[in-house]
């Protein structure tokens, strides 16, 4: 028997990047729900992300902490002109970095903006110019650090983020219709928030919760929930090991 015969799990990633995690669970036995609560949409300012992108040899260091913002930025920078130094966090960014022919100066062995900001200590970050595209509900803590040291850091925004319309509906019939789920799977923040925003904490609380890494996990205890399963590899491939760790304890 499969290490997950039996349970029904949720993916709440965009539609575009669902399978990466439906897959994998659907190979383990489990009957895979896909629930995306996060839709990618343009910036709200197309105009703004552009020029950043135009302008990105004036910036002594770019960083990216999402596929979603390395897929809508360095597309838009032209070949011809000269590249700032990059950070990234997470092996998924990195890998969709170096598929657009990108070297990676700085990343951290732990996946969140913090780690980033730690592996930065040994580089002077005082008085350089800091471009951080990023989707529309960021978090301010790589912001925040590198501000604190000196750098002067421009956020702009590379995509926006909200449920797709067709989610509140979703949401409503997976808790009110049917077996409810066993496990509900967030791969960021936003992915959860936005998720909760509909569904209200209570209904949460009846269905074991699987995080990615800490980040998404403080953003789910945060609300007063508990995180059954947190991967130690804050991958997709990390967060299936945990779900299974989690339910052969």
């Known amino acids: ?21 439906a897959r994998p669970l659907a190979a383990a036995g489990a009957e895979v729900i896909l629930l995306p609560t996060v839709g990618i949409g343009p910036p709200k300012d197309p105009a703004r992300l552009e020029s950043a992108a135009r302008h990105a ?14 897929a809508a930025f360095l597309p838009l920078v032209p070949p011809a002109i000269g590249r700032p130094r990059l950070g990234v966090v997470g092996a998924a960014t990195y890998k969709k970095v170096a598929e657009l022919g990108w070297h990676v100066d700085v990343t951290p062995a732990e996946f969140t903006a913090e780690a980033l900001a730690a592996a930065l200590q040994a580089h002077e970050m005082h ?27 421009e956020l ?27 496990w509900l799977t967030f791969a960021s923040p936003s992915a959860f928030e936005n998720l909760a925003t509909i569904s209200g904490p209570e209904p949460l609380r009846r269905v074991f919760i699987a995080s990615i890494g800490p980040t998404t ?24 090991e945990a779900i299974i760790a989690a339910v052969n304890r």
């Open 217 to 240: 996990s403080a953003a789910i205890r945060a609300r007063g929930l508990d995180v059954a399963a947190e991967a130690a590899e804050h991958t997709v491939a990390g967060l299936v």
């Open 156 to 182: 702009v925004e590379a995509y926006s983020n909200q449920a797709p319309p067709e989610t509140v509906a979703a949401v409503e019939a997976l808790f009110e219709e049917g077996p409810a789920p066993d």
């Open 57 to 70: 040899d004036e910036y002594d260091w770019l960083f990216l902490t999402s596929v979603n913002a390395a």
């Open 1 to 21: 028997m499969t290490p997950l015969t039996g349970l029904r799990i949720v993916v709440t990633r965009a539609a575009h990047q669902a399978a990466e995690l």
């Open 127 to 153: 008085g350089k110019r800091v471009l951080i595209p990023a989707g529309d509900l960021a978090r301010e803590a790589l912001p925040a650090a590198l501000s604190a040291r000196g750098a002067l850091v």
